[in-house]
């Protein structure tokens, strides 16, 4: 039987033990609600000494594997929702009263409850996946990582995929040099005398590159989760190995 929060998969270790780290993707994912921070508290550390008098250690970190992450008991998984917030609490309490009275001989198997939903995801990953420039396999795999991290299931490998892998992941202009054997500074020199990417200056004064119109078929921009002076999104401008078709040989871009 498995619990189920939120439309996430809660893995559940060889000892009948909660992943953490799956509770806290049901319950937002919120920095401020990371595991460690709920760990670290006082009271929480002295309900796993009261628990553990019990003989059965309440908690356990595994490494490696599957689904590495920190597991805990059941009392530990109502605490740690209690303090997220009392709606995620109630929303567990219910969840896990669901699984435990989930007829053993259920038809339908767990996943199967998620599929619905993991095609949504991934249809939503696709157009994601496309507004940042990818596409083609790389488009594929990264929608394929976010059903993972929102869901629990890993499409691919119930399609039997798992060793599908892309052929045009973008690069870095570190890359791109030693495909050619020189710098990322020549390589950044190339691209932007082939007309293909410019250079900006932001609010502090720090170079950055963007990619002219010409160049804009080759780039992949990534997110990186940090902002500009102004406010606008910081970005990672990465490369389709196809633009090496676009630039000088070795001897005349170094």
């Not at 929702?81 to 038809?107: C, G, N, Q, T």
């Amino acid at each position: 039987m498995n619990l189920i929060v939120a439309n996430t998969q809660v893995t559940r270790d060889a000892q009948g033990l909660f992943s953490l780290n799956d509770l806290h993707r049901a319950g937002g994912g919120e920095q401020r609600h990371r595991p460690k921070y709920w760990l670290e508290n006082q009271q929480t550390q002295e309900l796993v000494q009261e628990i553990g008098k019990g003989g059965n250690p309440p908690l356990a970190t595994r490494r490696g594997g599957k689904s590495p992450g920190t597991y805990v008991c059941k009392e530990l998984v109502y605490a740690y929702a209690m303090w997220i917030s009392p709606k995620f609490h109630l929303a567990v309490i219910r969840a896990y009263d669901a699984m435990v009275s989930e007829p053993a001989d259920d038809p339908v198997p767990p996943a199967a409850r998620l599929l619905p939903t993991a095609a949504d995801a991934l249809k939503a990953g696709m157009s994601l996946a496309a507004m940042f420039g990818l596409e083609g396999n790389q488009q594929r795999l990264s929608a394929n990582r976010l059903v993972m991290s929102t869901v629990g299931l890993d499409p691919m490998q119930l399609l039997g995929l798992d060793g599908f892998e892309t052929d045009a992941r973008p690069l870095t202009p570190t890359e791109l040099g030693q495909e050619r054997g020189i710098s990322a500074r020549k390589m950044n020199a190339a691209l932007e005398h082939a007309g293909l990417q410019e250079a900006k200056r932001d609010g502090k004064g720090s170079r950055y590159w963007v990619p002219t119109d010409a160049g804009a078929e080759f780039a992949v921009l990534l997110d990186t989760g940090k902002k500009h002076d102004s406010g606008a999104p910081v970005t990672q401008l990465k490369w389709k190995p196809a633009v090496l078709d676009r630039l000088p040989t070795p001897e005349v871009a170094s």
